[in-house]
């Protein structure tokens, strides 16, 4: 168990709809992260939030948006979704955000299945 | 930009046998360098990780690495392999120098299985 929670564990849903994957990070973690995993893209990073700043962009489309509130927590908004939206969606976090040397703690990820 | 290129996507042993994950990197700078495993349906976890010091790493459960900035490769070795440690294997590298705020990027993974 790495300390890191993520909700749900799995959504199915419409194409076009919108859906809020939820990370807590480990406790004292300042940082938290989003990947999306997939079969053909494989794993990609989205986003990393620090404190409640975002702190780097990765491959995230602009259908997709994600915040960090006070108590650390994140979420993860979707919208528009289409059937390539359909993926395993993991969070991690790190003490600090020093992204490139810190040890991330991945959660055990939402399964999101857009029909 | 870097790059992870994993060589095997998949590698099947017989348990108790020696077994060695491929990667290789591509950059311009400096690199620090990762593996991560995923057992089946849960998250990742650090096996180890390079930043700088001895090129030859250890890790949890008896896997090491070794970086190689001639050949720039950080293969993932382990002398005797169990059941357990059918997984899959990721390989990251983020860019080096100093404090990083850079992103890790993620080798396409591979998956190791092992047989009795």
């Known amino acids: 168990d790495s300390g890191v929670t993520q909700t749900p564990k799995h959504l199915i849903t419409a194409t076009g709809q919108r859906v809020t994957l939820r990370c807590s990070p480990r406790s004292g973690d300042l940082s938290v992260y989003w990947y999306q995993q997939s079969l053909d893209q494989g794993l990609q990073f989205l986003i990393q939030y620090y404190n409640g700043e975002e702190r780097a962009k990765g491959n995230i489309l602009e259908r997709f948006s994600a915040q960090q509130f006070p108590d650390l927590h994140s979420e993860l908004n979707l919208s528009s979704l289409e059937l390539g939206d359909s993926a395993l969606y993991f969070c991690?976090?790190?003490?600090?955000?020093?992204?490139?040397?810190?040890?991330?703690?991945f959660g055990p990820g939402t399964r999101l299945l857009v029909l | 930009a870097q790059s992870v290129t994993q060589l095997d996507s998949q590698v099947p042993v017989f348990e108790e046998a020696p077994v060695e994950l491929r990667c290789n990197y591509s950059?311009?700078?400096?690199?620090?360098l990762f593996w991560y495993v995923q057992y089946p349906n849960q998250g990742l976890q650090l096996l180890l990780k390079?930043?700088?010091?001895?090129?030859l790493v250890k890790g949890i459960n008896g896997f090491e690495a070794e970086f190689n900035k001639s050949q720039t490769s950080f293969h993932l070795r382990k002398p005797s392999v169990h059941i357990s440690d059918t997984a899959e294997y990721f390989c990251?590298?983020?860019?080096?120098?100093?404090?990083?705020?850079?992103?890790?990027?993620f080798g396409q993974g591979t998956i190791l299985t092992v047989h009795p």
């Open positions: 950059s311009s700078v400096s690199v620090y």
């Open positions: 990251a590298v983020s860019r080096g120098g100093g404090t990083s705020y850079g992103k890790l990027t």
């Open positions: 390079y930043l700088s010091g001895s090129t």
């Open positions: 991690a976090s790190s003490v600090g955000g020093l992204a490139g040397i810190e040890t991330q703690y």
